[in-house]
């Protein structure tokens, strides 16, 4: 690692030759398969852009110059070149992110990492540039997968329309997202990988003609005159340049000489240019290029020589779907799939393999995909539109408009529900219960367990006249937690002896575990409660606010944002019904939060057991005209 640890920031990279590059980049590579394989993280992606990261600091002066990089996964190889090298605590709580950080470096411009938005940033930046008279260029570094969003094109639309403006627009063609890219614009960057393009074929003419005694010179000015119709027919890149873009490429993503020269000549431009370069996700590394599946896309921790995982978990939430969905398949013709460019992640793959025919990859467009869905709905099929939680987000408007509105009977299923915790503020599934609790006719259920992801997933493709939402937690589903009895279409999870208990713990979802241990808390306390698991949380069962009267005080613990999530919605339900309940709403506190394992988070907000039965214990006190909450002891290991 001699050349990287001299590598304090950008600029270190100009005194080096072009075969001290070619080493760094092998260094790079080392230091990242080495490092990753301890933390876990996103792995193929940056062995893929190590040149292409290389270039773009040589040929930019970032951070005067914006290099803005979509997503962010791909930026490690950035974050090692801006001077963090501690890569011992990445994505781990006080560690780096796993995406650029404006909080680590200035160099770190955009920190969402939600795909296909970075051309909107660069065009707002490029134009701010135009109006303050700044000489800074701004490049935006975007992958083939996230150029199938619609975003991207809204912007690249605006972007063409100023001709003049500098930007440059990076292209990272590794033909994949997750998975390999699918859909029409992947099959036209297929057709400009393929070609040996214009450029080689004009100058091979141009020598030709040059040499060819009277007729040459006039023939090779009329063919260069009529360029445009010769690149469409030998590299079809004309779809670029029909929208007023420059196009340069494609180029080899790992030919660090080459990307120089292309990156030069697009910065010297003076307007908007799509570099196209062509790169390998995983280079490098066997273990990686050997995936079909996603070329390690993302890893937890792995051996560093076989790639293989040190550790298995046990059932995950994902795999339940998964496996329920093939089973779904089977027994109905008219269920159908659809994923945003995540069908692994998504656990669709197994009912990819049943029915090939059965199942849509819309590309990063959630949008899309959720109009999409009602389409297909009202086609007379039931789609189940498989995404993580904090991606529908960006599907609001068609949930609402398009799917809710006409009635249609999809069913959305929420992956990475609640607190993801180490991927950071932007992958958090935090709001969906909020921002879904205002769509009219539509259902959300929270299961606690795998049984329950089974049994609800049925009950919500059963649904044929309104959406229907299934949401669940990351990582491994832990054991049965069983019913002892029910309450409309709740279950009561644990009962008392006392015929007016003075706590009702109303569980949303993963948390019913800690609501239990909360009420074995209170219990030491001399404090009883009921455990009630609602099962589907909107709408509010009509059963809850006569079982909410029966207690003194009534507490809501979700996964979700507190701002206009179940706590609240359960609150409005008790007041319609004339309730007068005290109520306490436990959850995510409207924050933007910082990378970090899921207990460390719910450590720092206070989402756990003994947080807040002391909470309950003190609240009960007051009732009781006692002002000194009784200390509740932590649970132990």
């Known amino acids: 690692m001699d050349l990287l640890t001299r590598i304090k920031g950008p600029r270190d990279l100009d005194r080096l030759s072009l075969g001290e590059l070619?080493?760094?980049?092998?260094?790079?590579?080392?230091?990242?398969?080495d490092a990753v394989s301890k933390t876990g993280g996103h792995l193929g992606p940056n062995l893929g852009v190590v040149e292409l990261t290389i270039a773009l600091h040589r040929v930019f002066e970032s951070p005067k110059d914006k290099v803005l990089w979509d997503t962010g996964h791909q930026a490690y190889v950035h974050k090692l070149l801006t001077g963090r090298q501690d890569f011992s605590r990445l994505k781990?709580?006080?560690?780096?992110?796993?995406?650029?950080?404006?909080?680590?470096?200035?160099?770190?411009?955009?920190?969402?990492s939600h795909a296909s938005s970075v051309l909107g940033w660069a065009d707002g930046l490029a134009k701010a540039n135009e109006v303050l008279k700044k000489d800074d260029h701004v490049v935006a570094v975007i992958g083939d997968g996230a150029l199938t969003g619609g975003m991207a094109w809204e912007a690249l639309n605006n972007i063409a329309a100023a001709k003049d403006r500098p930007l440059v627009i990076v292209v990272n063609d590794n033909e994949r997202s997750y998975a390999p890219t699918i859909g029409g614009l992947a099959n036209h960057l297929a057709t400009l990988r393929t070609t040996d393009g214009y450029e080689r074929f004009l100058a091979r003419g141009k020598d030709i003609l040059e040499r060819t005694p009277v007729v040459g010179r006039p023939l090779y000015e009329t063919l260069h005159g009529a360029k445009k119709g010769l690149k469409d027919f030998i590299a079809p890149q004309g779809m670029f340049e029909d929208l007023g873009l420059k196009y340069v490429g494609p180029i080899d993503g790992h030919d660090v000489e080459a990307l120089e020269s292309a990156l030069q000549r697009a910065k010297r431009f003076g307007g908007p240019v799509i570099v196209h370069c062509l790169t390998e996700?995983?280079?490098g590394y066997t273990p990686a290029l050997e995936d079909e599946a996603d070329r390690f896309h993302a890893v937890g921790k792995i051996h560093p020589d076989t790639g293989l995982p040190i550790s298995?978990?046990?059932?995950?939430?994902?795999?339940?779907?998964?496996?329920?969905?093939?089973?779904?398949g089977q027994e109905r013709e008219d269920i159908v799939a659809i994923t945003a460019a995540m069908l692994q992640p998504v656990g669709l793959g197994k009912f990819e393999e049943a029915f090939p025919d059965r199942i849509y990859d819309v590309g990063i467009a959630e949008q899309h995909g959720a109009a999409s869905a009602a389409g297909l709905a009202t086609g007379g099929l039931h789609p189940v539109f498989a995404v993580y939680a904090t991606f529908l987000n960006r599907a609001f408007d068609q949930v609402l408009m398009d799917v809710a509105l006409h009635k249609c009977g999809v069913t959305f299923v929420l992956d990475r529900a609640g607190i993801t915790g180490t991927d950071g503020a932007s992958h958090n599934g935090m709001w969906d219960m909020s921002i879904l609790q205002c769509v009219p006719g539509l259902r959300i259920a929270a299961p606690r367990d795998a049984d329950q992801v089974r049994a609800q997933l049925r009950e919500a493709v059963a649904v044929d006249d309104a959406p229907t939402v299934v949401r669940f937690s990351k990582g491994a589903v832990g054991p049965a937690v069983k019913a002892v009895g029910k309450a409309g279409g709740m279950d009561i999870l644990r009962e008392p002896e006392a015929a007016r208990p003075d706590v009702l713990i109303v569980s949303v979802g993963a948390l019913a575990p800690m609501c239990l241990e909360i009420a074995d808390l209170l219990d030491a306390q001399g404090i009883s409660s009921t455990v009630v698991d609602p099962r589907w949380v909107k709408p509010v069962d009509e059963a809850l606010a006569p079982l909410a009267e029966r207690h003194r005080v009534v507490v809501t613990v979700e996964d979700n944002s507190r701002a206009g999530g179940v706590g609240s919605a359960v609150s409005q339900a008790l007041r319609d019904a004339g309730v007068d309940v005290p109520l306490r709403d436990f959850g995510i506190p409207p924050v933007f939060l910082d990378h970090a394992s899921r207990g460390e988070v719910m450590a720092d907000i206070g989402l756990t057991a003994p947080d807040i039965a002391r909470q309950v214990t003190g609240l009960v006190a007051k009732l009781d005209g006692r002002f000194e909450s009784r200390a509740v002891e932590p649970a132990r290991d």
């Open 281 to 283: 996700k995983g280079r």
């Open 22 to 33: 070619d080493q760094l980049a092998e260094e790079i590579r080392t230091f990242l398969v």
């Open 312 to 328: 298995t978990s046990g059932l995950d939430w994902t795999s339940v779907f998964g496996e329920e969905m093939v089973k779904l």
């Open 92 to 112: 781990s709580k006080g560690g780096l992110s796993g995406y650029p950080s404006r909080a680590e470096s200035d160099h770190d411009i955009i920190e969402n």
